[in-house]
């Protein structure tokens, strides 16, 4: 009796075959993506805080403590985790401010630790007579 079982084609698997190694590489990309959206958020809050921590400590008025405190307090309202381990140094001296926020970007993959720092200066407010220029 001839076997009446239907021929089985020559690419029977190969889809799964293709799944397999194409699967890993789109997660990759797709956890790439996200890694350095994770990482663009931390620089976004670290540059905010320099850029209002450089606004205080401009006024004429105002002290690397002001500053400082305007960074911190900004970090806090909008960091929601994004950086991780936020330091803020503020330097003033009597003609320009400089405000520099430093961190890492939280990571999606173990043992991957992106730095993150922005820097942010201007000179300090102060008023001119008319003959001066």
Same mark, same amino acid.
């Given at each position: 009796m001839p076997d009446r079982r239907p021929p089985v084609p020559r690419d029977a698997g190969a889809v799964v075959a293709e799944l397999a190694v194409v699967f890993p590489a789109l997660l990759l990309i797709l956890l790439g993506v996200f890694q350095f959206a994770a990482w663009y !958020? +931390?620089?976004e809050? +670290? !540059?905010g805080a320099a850029q209002e921590g450089a606004r205080a400590a401009r !006024?004429?008025?105002g002290t690397e403590a002001d500053g400082? +405190?305007?960074a911190w307090r900004f970090i806090e309202q909008t960091n929601g985790g994004h950086l991780l381990a936020p330091q803020v140094r503020v330097e003033r001296g009597p003609d320009d401010v400089r405000v520099e926020v430093t961190g890492r970007a939280a990571s999606l993959l173990p043992g991957l630790s992106l730095p993150v720092r922005h820097t942010s200066a201007g000179e300090v407010e102060r008023f001119r007579g008319e003959d001066e220029g």
């Amino acid at each position: 009796m001839p076997d009446r079982r239907p021929p089985v084609p020559r690419d029977a698997g190969a889809v799964v075959a293709e799944l397999a190694v194409v699967f890993p590489a789109l997660l990759l990309i797709l956890l790439g993506v996200f890694q350095f959206a994770a990482w663009y !958020l +931390a620089g976004e809050v +670290a !540059l905010g805080a320099a850029q209002e921590g450089a606004r205080a400590a401009r !006024l004429r008025t105002g002290t690397e403590a002001d500053g400082r +405190a305007s960074a911190w307090r900004f970090i806090e309202q909008t960091n929601g985790g994004h950086l991780l381990a936020p330091q803020v140094r503020v330097e003033r001296g009597p003609d320009d401010v400089r405000v520099e926020v430093t961190g890492r970007a939280a990571s999606l993959l173990p043992g991957l630790s992106l730095p993150v720092r922005h820097t942010s200066a201007g000179e300090v407010e102060r008023f001119r007579g008319e003959d001066e220029g």
